[in-house]
C-alpha cells in the first residue's frame, strides 16, 4: 500500500516546515540598536547643560514644584533651561509669590528673592544643601506668563 497524502498531513508537513524555517531565522543575530548623534536636536535625558548662570540639568525632577497650570512651552524659550513653561491667567508677581513660598517648603533657602526686572519679570534663586541652586524667573508674554527653571547640575540627578 502507498503513501497516503491527505490535506491534513500535507497542512502538517507545511507548518512543521515553516516553524522550522523561523526558529533558523531566529538564531541569527540581530544588529544591535544604533546610539543617536550627540548633535540630535533633542537634548539626552539626564543630560547637562553650560549656561551663563552655570552648569544645569537639561530637565528637572518630577517632584520639583511647579506653578498649577503650568505647561511645557517651548515657544516661550529664551535660551537653555531645565523648563520652560507657560501658565494662563496668572501674572509674574504671583507665580514669583507661589513660587518663593513652594521652594521653600522643598527644602531650599531663598538667595535672591523675587528680583523685579525692566521688562516685568520676577527672579528668584535659592540654594539646598549641599549645592544644589536654582534660579526661577517668572515673566510676563501677553496673557501668559513664562517661567524658566533653572536647575543647577550640582543638584541631586532628574
Known amino acids: 500500500m ?10 502538517l508537513v507545511g507548518v512543521l516546515a515553516c516553524a522550522m ?9 540581530s544588529p544591535e540598536p544604533s546610539v543617536a ?12 547643560t553650560d549656561t551663563e548662570w552655570g552648569t544645569i540639568w537639561d530637565t528637572i525632577p518630577a517632584d520639583f514644584p511647579v506653578y498649577a497650570g503650568a505647561v511645557p512651552s517651548e515657544e516661550s524659550a529664551s535660551g537653555p533651561a531645565s523648563a520652560n513653561l507657560v501658565v494662563d491667567g496668572a501674572d509674574p ?55 524658566t527653571i533653572l536647575y543647577g547640575a550640582s543638584c541631586p540627578s532628574p
Open 93 to 147: 508677581s504671583a507665580v514669583a509669590t507661589w513660587t518663593d513660598s513652594a521652594l521653600t517648603g522643598a527644602g531650599f533657602t531663598i538667595t535672591e528673592g523675587q528680583e523685579s526686572m525692566e521688562d516685568g519679570s520676577i527672579a528668584l534663586e535659592a540654594v539646598r544643601a549641599p549645592d544644589c541652586r536654582v534660579l526661577v524667573t517668572s515673566a510676563p508674554l501677553g496673557s501668559l506668563t513664562s517661567i
Open 2 to 11: 502507498g503513501i497516503v497524502r491527505t490535506p491534513a498531513r500535507i497542512r
Open 21 to 29: 524555517t523561523v526558529a533558523a531565522c531566529g538564531t541569527t543575530s
Open 37 to 48: 548623534p550627540t548633535s540630535s536636536l533633542a537634548p539626552p535625558l539626564g543630560g547637562q
